[in-house]
């Protein structure tokens, strides 16, 4: 592992962790135009999501005179450690530094880092949406994060490693293998990303109205630069789990060297198969309702059952002799 | 044993084994009467795929013909006789939740952990690579009597009978390349016959409690009598 550990590799590495917080905007303004046009709307420009943002960054951070010293931090560190988080999945080649010092289990924990402050924001000025929304974050998350790690476990025990970009680097070389534990892991995975992300059958992102919000109640007391950092990093996160399950389950085309044309492809392909992604989840939330907030536990429920069974046919039909 | 060296054709065979386990959960924690049918016909239609792709892998000829036989009675036959059983009752709209679905859920995982410790000291054998398939069927097997310990509908039931049979085929194939051809038809025979006996019963039981929840069988009845 030292050698990933050189000058062109700490460059790549920094240069893809800005590439997530660069392309975040544009996956979230995808998904809505393609959102839009199934439901024969023309829809907002792809950049629009970036529009948003620069407004916000320009506008007066207003802050409530009840709010703690907290309340002013928890968009840093959110964002600060949903980059962390996001720098740690190969984006365009593995065996980057930052996959060498990081592995699976840091990338849930950085996360669970980054819901927990959310959360104690949420409850900081003591509005009772903010409480509401915390609570409810927080059910989702401990309810997600066992079916997500269970996952993972799954993709741990077939590469023999935690780490994520010798996970990759097992796939690229072991070519195309149908595994009963990866389509159960794939199916716990996306469950987890839709509930993790706020996406429709468990949050609406859109919603500012009803009492259903979750995400959305948390940040209802930020404004200005915070708001923006806070919605970046949803953002960011959403990318996250769609560069995992793409790079992951479909590791085809990731650059495996440091060369300008591994990088190129790396990105075309990654590029490619986020939009793929980004239509079906489109697709998925025009099709579906949300759910009511206690079928949620349900359908984690279910992740955690997929999770599960991809572990276990993992031994049984796959080590079994 | 490592998967990748196994052909694509056998690597397939795996999947679908897999889904049909999967079904299987499905199938327990369905609480729609249609969707679980539903299950069922899918889980009925991925035993009938590992059939022909057993029969394709190994050249076994006369798997076709019961991969066929499946496919019309399991996938298309015995859904479609349900279905039409459960409009006749009208229990279309009937929905029937588990006293507490994640501890039955759990029992099932359970189960699948004991079949695999059941079958352990038979796959050390290796014989063939659908060996691993026989804990799978051997689960299925299981939680299709899980099912109906827990459902106290008796078409639920039905459903988790006709499931154990799925199990039981896919043992039969996996493990020994399918029964003699005359067995297979005698047992699907049964199973036809299963079905329309069962759908009698179910006119029956309904016309005396007025309900298919088969707990409401076990009260005494005074009245009983003079009907």
């Known amino acids: 592992m030292d050698n990933y550990l050189t000058l062109p590799g700490w460059v790549l590495a920094v240069f893809q962790s800005c590439l997530y917080i660069a392309l975040a905007p544009l996956l979230v303004g995808w998904v809505r135009k393609v959102k839009a046009r199934l439901q024969n709307r023309r829809g907002a420009p792809l950049l629009q999501a970036y529009r948003d943002l620069y407004k916000l960054l320009a506008k007066e951070a207003r802050v409530a005179h009840t709010a703690s010293p907290l309340f002013r931090a928890a968009p840093y560190i959110v964002f600060t450690a949903t980059w962390m988080a996001a720098a740690t999945v190969p984006l365009l080649v593995v065996d980057l530094p930052t996959a060498a010092i990081a592995d699976i289990i840091v990338l849930v924990g950085l996360l669970a880092l980054a819901r927990v402050f959310l959360a104690l924001a949420g409850m900081d000025v003591g509005t009772a949406f903010g409480g509401m929304g915390a609570s409810r974050e927080m059910l989702i998350g401990a309810l997600a994060e066992p079916a997500m790690l269970m996952a993972v476990f799954t993709l741990a025990m077939t590469a023999h490693s935690t780490n994520l970009s010798s996970v990759i ?15 159960f892991a794939l199916g716990g995975l996306v469950l987890v990303a839709v509930a993790e992300s706020g996406r429709i059958p468990i949050d609406n992102p859109t919603t500012h109205l009803e009492l259903t919000m979750i995400h959305e109640a948390m940040l209802l007391e930020y404004s200005g630069r915070h708001l923006a950092l806070m919605e970046w990093s949803a953002q960011i996160k959403l990318l996250l789990y769609g560069t995992l399950i793409a790079n992951v389950f479909f590791p085809w085309g990731i650059g495996r060297g440091f060369g300008a044309a591994a990088l190129g492809l790396g990105l075309a392909a990654v590029l490619a198969k986020l939009a793929a992604l980004g239509a079906i989840l489109a697709v998925g939330e025009t099709v579906l309702a949300k759910m009511r907030l206690f079928r949620a536990p349900e359908f984690l429920n279910l992740a955690l059952l997929l999770s599960l069974l991809g572990l276990l046919s993992h031994v049984i039909l796959e080590v079994g002799a | ?20 386990l999967f079904l299987s959960f499905v199938l327990l924690a369905q ?44 996938a298309l036959l015995i859904p479609w006789m349900l279905h039409r059983l459960v409009r006749r009752l009208e229990l279309e709209r009937h929905t029937e939740s588990l006293q507490s679905p994640t501890l039955v859920t759990m029992a099932a995982v359970a189960l699948v952990i004991f079949s695999y410790w059941l079958v352990l000291p038979m796959i050390q054998e290796e014989l063939a690579f659908t060996r691993n398939i026989v804990a799978i ?91």
Do not use: C
Request: glycine letters at 8%.
């Open chain 2, 1 to 20: 044993m490592n998967l990748g060296l196994l052909p694509l054709l056998q690597q397939l065979v795996l999947v679908l084994a897999a889904i049909v």
């Open chain 2, 137 to 227: 069927s051997l689960a299925v097997v299981l939680i299709g009597l899980l099912m109906m310990v827990f459902r106290t509908q008796a078409v639920a039931q039905v459903l988790g009978f006709m499931s154990m049979e799925n199990g039981l085929f896919l043992a039969a194939v996996s493990a020994t390349g399918g029964m003699p051809l005359v067995v297979e038809l005698g047992v699907a025979f049964d199973v036809l016959v299963a079905m329309v006996l069962f759908g009698v019963f179910f006119l029956q039981i309904r016309e005396s409690i007025d309900s298919l929840d088969v707990d409401r069988l076990n009260r005494l009845r005074e009245t009983g009598g003079d009907q």
């Open chain 2, 31 to 74: 609480n729609r009467l249609i969707s679980a049918i539903h299950a069922f016909a899918w889980q009925g239609a991925l035993v009938a795929a590992v059939t022909t792709v057993v029969a394709a892998t190994g050249h076994i000829h006369h798997l076709y013909f019961s991969a066929a036989l499946t496919l019309a009675l399991k």
């Open chain 1, 169 to 183: 680097d097992y796939h690229l070389v072991d070519g195309f293998v149908l595994r009963p534990s990866y389509l």
